[in-house]
């Protein structure tokens, strides 16, 4: 919406936020961040919407009242069927099942009394001496090591902040988009365009700036 009004409507607009951020900041400063924060977790964190809940271990009473329950509805369907008809279906059940005996080596009943042996048992605890564990503790050492070098470097070559200077800089810019929203001529303009580029990495004051030009 700023961008489609007159340009100086949206400059000044601009200038208006930045003095309503500056107010802000009064009363509630930003934390000041220091270079060694930058690439220092090397965790991954992910979002909660991303994480996949781990299976609960099966309701062991729950499970049991469920087969009983089952086991009581097929009798009944047992003792109300004819027994000719059961005994049929019965046999080509079974027919089918040794079938599958004969092609997987395994009663599929019995596969399912080993599934459910197994779904019983335990995890498998971590074992913490894992070599993975290691190789991992190995690769956080060297990115620690690389990341503590490449700050030292930085801040060997970065000069230290003055924040005088910084508010003078800062204050530079403002006034220049003042002047240039009052009278966007030529001289104006190119105004902000010299106290954006002398600190044109302090936002917003800067930024503004060569919005303006």
């Known amino acids: 919406m700023a961008y489609s009004t007159h340009r100086r409507a949206e400059v000044w607009w601009g200038y208006r936020c930045v003095l309503s951020l500056l107010e802000e900041l009064q009363e509630n400063p930003a934390a000041d961040r220091d270079i060694a924060d930058i690439g220092k977790d090397f965790g991954i964190t992910v979002p909660d919407f991303a ?4 299976p609960e271990a099966p309701d062991t009473a729950q499970m049991d009242a469920i087969f009983a329950d089952v086991k009581g509805k097929t009798q009944k369907m047992r003792d ?11 046999g080509a059940v079974e027919v089918t099942f040794q079938e599958f005996k004969k092609v997987h080596g395994i009663h599929p009943l019995d596969l399912v009394k080993q599934l459910g042996a197994r779904l019983a048992q335990d995890r498998v605890p971590i074992d913490p001496a894992s070599p993975v564990f290691a190789a991992r503790d190995d690769l956080r050492a060297k990115l620690q090591a690389v990341q503590k070098e490449t700050v030292d470097t930085i801040k060997s070559v970065l000069p230290p902040k003055v924040p005088q200077h910084e508010k003078k800089v800062r204050d530079n810019a403002l006034n220049a988009v003042y002047r240039w929203v009052v009278a966007p001529d030529e001289v104006n303009s190119k105004a902000c365009l010299d106290n954006g580029n002398e600190y044109p990495d302090t936002p917003p004051a800067g930024l503004l700036a060569l919005s303006a030009f």
Do not use: R
Request: glycine share 0%.
């Open 51 to 54: 994480k996949i809940p781990l």
């Open 80 to 90: 109300n069927a004819d027994p000719k008809v059961q005994n049929m279906v019965e």
